[in-house]
Protein backbone atom coordinates (compact mmCIF):
# COMPACT_ATOMS: atom_id res chain seq x y z
CA UNK A 1 0.00 0.00 0.00
CA UNK A 2 2.53 2.43 1.42
CA UNK A 3 4.65 1.83 -2.26
CA UNK A 4 1.17 2.20 -4.40
CA UNK A 5 0.88 6.03 -2.36
CA UNK A 6 5.12 6.82 -3.21
CA UNK A 7 4.24 5.77 -6.88
CA UNK A 8 1.34 8.08 -7.01
CA UNK A 9 2.88 11.11 -5.52
CA UNK A 10 5.95 10.58 -7.98
CA UNK A 11 3.55 10.40 -10.70
CA UNK A 12 2.23 13.89 -9.31
CA UNK A 13 5.61 15.67 -8.71
CA UNK A 14 6.35 14.50 -12.58
CA UNK A 15 2.89 15.82 -13.67
CA UNK A 16 3.47 18.97 -12.38
CA UNK A 17 7.18 19.25 -13.93
CA UNK A 18 5.55 18.81 -16.73
CA UNK A 19 3.22 21.58 -16.68
CA UNK A 20 5.38 23.79 -14.98
CA UNK A 21 8.03 22.94 -18.02
CA UNK A 22 5.12 23.27 -20.89
CA UNK A 23 3.65 26.75 -19.39
CA UNK A 24 7.91 27.53 -19.59
CA UNK A 25 7.94 26.65 -23.56
CA UNK A 26 4.65 28.55 -24.06
CA UNK A 27 5.94 31.78 -22.75
CA UNK A 28 9.19 31.31 -24.62
CA UNK A 29 6.90 31.02 -27.90
CA UNK A 30 4.68 34.22 -26.98
CA UNK A 31 7.72 36.24 -26.30
CA UNK A 32 7.91 38.92 -29.03
CA UNK A 33 10.40 40.40 -30.97
CA UNK A 34 10.77 44.17 -30.38
CA UNK A 35 11.76 45.78 -33.47
CA UNK A 36 13.33 49.80 -33.54
CA UNK A 37 10.70 50.42 -35.97
CA UNK A 38 11.50 54.61 -36.43
CA UNK A 39 14.56 53.32 -38.18
CA UNK A 40 13.03 50.70 -40.33
CA UNK A 41 10.65 52.57 -41.56
CA UNK A 42 13.38 54.89 -42.36
CA UNK A 43 14.71 52.13 -45.15
CA UNK A 44 14.03 52.69 -48.94
CA UNK A 45 13.40 49.43 -49.18
CA UNK A 46 11.17 48.94 -46.56
CA UNK A 47 8.85 52.24 -47.42
CA UNK A 48 8.76 50.80 -51.12
CA UNK A 49 7.31 47.60 -50.45
CA UNK A 50 4.93 49.00 -48.36
CA UNK A 51 3.70 51.03 -51.04
CA UNK A 52 3.73 48.39 -53.42
CA UNK A 53 1.48 46.40 -51.55
CA UNK A 54 -0.84 48.88 -50.45
CA UNK A 55 -0.11 52.28 -52.18
CA UNK A 56 0.64 55.56 -49.96
CA UNK A 57 -2.44 55.44 -48.16
CA UNK A 58 -1.33 51.68 -47.05
CA UNK A 59 1.74 53.51 -45.71
CA UNK A 60 0.69 55.85 -44.04
CA UNK A 61 -1.95 53.04 -42.23
CA UNK A 62 0.56 50.86 -41.11
CA UNK A 63 2.99 53.84 -39.72
CA UNK A 64 0.04 54.60 -38.54
CA UNK A 65 -0.76 51.70 -36.22
CA UNK A 66 2.48 51.16 -34.89
CA UNK A 67 3.41 54.57 -33.55
CA UNK A 68 -0.57 53.96 -32.19
CA UNK A 69 -0.84 50.30 -31.32
CA UNK A 70 -3.79 47.83 -31.68
CA UNK A 71 -6.80 50.24 -32.28
CA UNK A 72 -10.65 49.70 -33.71
CA UNK A 73 -11.39 50.10 -36.82
CA UNK A 74 -13.92 52.68 -36.91
CA UNK A 75 -11.66 54.82 -34.84
CA UNK A 76 -9.00 54.24 -36.66
CA UNK A 77 -10.70 55.24 -40.09
CA UNK A 78 -11.90 58.78 -38.21
CA UNK A 79 -8.39 59.50 -36.76
CA UNK A 80 -6.77 59.09 -40.24
CA UNK A 81 -9.82 60.83 -42.08
CA UNK A 82 -11.18 58.28 -43.98
CA UNK A 83 -14.98 58.89 -44.20
CA UNK A 84 -16.18 55.48 -43.43
CA UNK A 85 -14.34 52.11 -42.12
CA UNK A 86 -15.02 50.23 -45.56
CA UNK A 87 -12.70 53.11 -46.95
CA UNK A 88 -10.17 52.36 -44.85
CA UNK A 89 -10.33 48.64 -45.40
CA UNK A 90 -9.31 48.09 -48.74
CA UNK A 91 -6.05 49.37 -47.23
CA UNK A 92 -5.96 47.01 -44.54
CA UNK A 93 -6.88 44.27 -46.53
CA UNK A 94 -3.94 44.86 -48.76
CA UNK A 95 -1.34 45.11 -45.78
CA UNK A 96 -3.63 41.93 -44.21
CA UNK A 97 -2.89 39.67 -47.43
CA UNK A 98 1.41 40.08 -46.52
CA UNK A 99 1.06 39.59 -42.85
CA UNK A 100 1.90 43.58 -42.24
CA UNK A 101 -1.31 44.09 -40.12
CA UNK A 102 -3.60 41.64 -38.28
CA UNK A 103 -6.70 41.63 -36.19
CA UNK A 104 -9.14 40.30 -33.74
CA UNK A 105 -12.78 40.33 -33.73
CA UNK A 106 -14.92 40.82 -30.53
CA UNK A 107 -18.26 40.64 -29.72
CA UNK A 108 -19.75 43.29 -27.77
CA UNK A 109 -23.09 42.79 -25.74
CA UNK A 110 -24.15 39.69 -27.68
CA UNK A 111 -24.94 41.89 -30.42
CA UNK A 112 -24.67 40.23 -33.90
CA UNK A 113 -22.22 41.97 -35.62
CA UNK A 114 -18.51 42.15 -34.78
CA UNK A 115 -15.85 44.68 -33.64
CA UNK A 116 -12.79 44.96 -35.04
CA UNK A 117 -8.89 45.78 -33.66
CA UNK A 118 -6.18 46.19 -36.24
CA UNK A 119 -2.75 46.05 -35.03
CA UNK A 120 0.22 46.28 -37.11
CA UNK A 121 3.22 43.59 -37.70
CA UNK A 122 6.51 45.37 -37.88
CA UNK A 123 8.73 42.31 -37.55
CA UNK A 124 6.99 40.50 -40.45
CA UNK A 125 8.37 43.95 -42.79
CA UNK A 126 12.22 43.10 -41.30
CA UNK A 127 11.70 39.57 -42.19
CA UNK A 128 10.61 40.26 -45.80
CA UNK A 129 13.53 43.23 -46.22
CA UNK A 130 15.90 40.43 -44.95
CA UNK A 131 14.55 37.70 -47.64
CA UNK A 132 15.07 40.44 -50.23
CA UNK A 133 18.58 40.89 -49.15
CA UNK A 134 19.61 37.80 -49.34
CA UNK A 135 18.08 36.36 -52.63
CA UNK A 136 19.95 38.99 -53.84
CA UNK A 137 23.25 38.21 -52.69
CA UNK A 138 22.24 34.81 -53.80
CA UNK A 139 21.51 35.51 -57.31
CA UNK A 140 24.95 37.96 -57.63
CA UNK A 141 27.17 35.09 -56.62
CA UNK A 142 25.16 32.87 -59.23
CA UNK A 143 26.29 35.38 -61.76
CA UNK A 144 29.41 35.98 -60.25
CA UNK A 145 30.14 31.91 -61.04
CA UNK A 146 29.10 32.72 -64.75
CA UNK A 147 31.08 35.61 -65.16
CA UNK A 148 34.32 34.13 -64.38
CA UNK A 149 34.01 32.46 -67.62
CA UNK A 150 34.09 34.84 -70.05
CA UNK A 151 34.10 38.52 -70.62
CA UNK A 152 31.67 40.82 -72.10
CA UNK A 153 31.11 43.92 -73.93
CA UNK A 154 29.33 47.19 -73.19
CA UNK A 155 27.33 49.46 -75.23
CA UNK A 156 29.51 53.40 -74.70
CA UNK A 157 25.73 55.11 -74.63
CA UNK A 158 22.77 52.79 -73.33
CA UNK A 159 25.12 50.20 -71.12
CA UNK A 160 23.32 47.10 -71.99
CA UNK A 161 25.63 44.15 -71.76
CA UNK A 162 26.70 41.73 -74.57
CA UNK A 163 28.43 38.52 -74.43
CA UNK A 164 31.69 37.87 -76.80
CA UNK A 165 28.85 35.77 -79.01
CA UNK A 166 26.22 38.68 -78.99
CA UNK A 167 28.63 41.22 -79.64
CA UNK A 168 30.21 39.37 -82.61
CA UNK A 169 26.68 39.06 -84.27
CA UNK A 170 26.13 42.33 -84.04
CA UNK A 171 29.36 43.47 -85.70
CA UNK A 172 30.28 44.90 -81.77
CA UNK A 173 27.69 47.23 -82.35
CA UNK A 174 24.07 47.79 -79.65
CA UNK A 175 20.86 46.70 -81.42
CA UNK A 176 18.95 49.50 -79.36
CA UNK A 177 21.03 52.33 -80.64
CA UNK A 178 24.02 51.27 -82.52
CA UNK A 179 26.18 52.54 -80.22
CA UNK A 180 29.97 51.31 -80.05
CA UNK A 181 30.67 47.95 -77.74
CA UNK A 182 33.62 48.35 -75.60
CA UNK A 183 35.51 45.22 -73.79
CA UNK A 184 35.23 44.68 -70.53
CA UNK A 185 37.22 42.08 -68.57
CA UNK A 186 35.41 40.05 -66.06
CA UNK A 187 37.10 40.89 -63.31
CA UNK A 188 36.07 44.25 -63.36
CA UNK A 189 32.61 42.78 -63.04
CA UNK A 190 33.46 40.38 -60.27
CA UNK A 191 34.34 43.26 -58.40
CA UNK A 192 31.87 45.65 -58.80
CA UNK A 193 29.33 42.62 -57.95
CA UNK A 194 31.30 41.14 -54.79
CA UNK A 195 30.98 45.49 -53.77
CA UNK A 196 27.28 44.95 -53.85
CA UNK A 197 27.60 41.77 -52.42
CA UNK A 198 29.48 43.52 -49.71
CA UNK A 199 27.20 46.27 -49.11
CA UNK A 200 24.40 44.30 -49.10
CA UNK A 201 25.71 41.95 -46.15
CA UNK A 202 26.35 45.46 -44.29
CA UNK A 203 22.87 46.15 -44.64
CA UNK A 204 21.49 42.68 -43.37
CA UNK A 205 24.13 43.72 -39.92
CA UNK A 206 22.42 46.77 -40.34
CA UNK A 207 18.64 45.17 -39.89
CA UNK A 208 19.62 42.57 -37.29
CA UNK A 209 20.42 45.93 -35.48
CA UNK A 210 16.60 46.88 -35.89
CA UNK A 211 15.41 43.81 -33.38
CA UNK A 212 16.01 43.72 -29.66
Same mark, same amino acid.
Given at each position: ??TKKAKNKVKKVKAKAKIKKTKKAVVKREKKIVIDTNKLLKLEEARKYVIDVAGEKGLEV??????????????????????????????????????????????????????? /???? !?? $?????? =??????? +?? @? #????????????????????????????????? /???? !?? $?????? =??????? +?? @? #???????????????????
Amino acid at each position: MATKKAKNKVKKVKAKAKIKKTKKAVVKREKKIVIDTNKLLKLEEARKYVIDVAGEKGLEVFEFLISKGEMEENLLAKKLKFEKANAIRKFLYRLYNKNLVSYRKVRKNNKAWYTY /FWSA !NP $GKLVFI =IREMYEE +EI @K #QTKKSMELNKAEDFYVCDICNRRYDVNEALQND /FRCK !ND $GGVLTH =IESGKIL +ED @K #QSRIDFLNKKLHALDQLVK
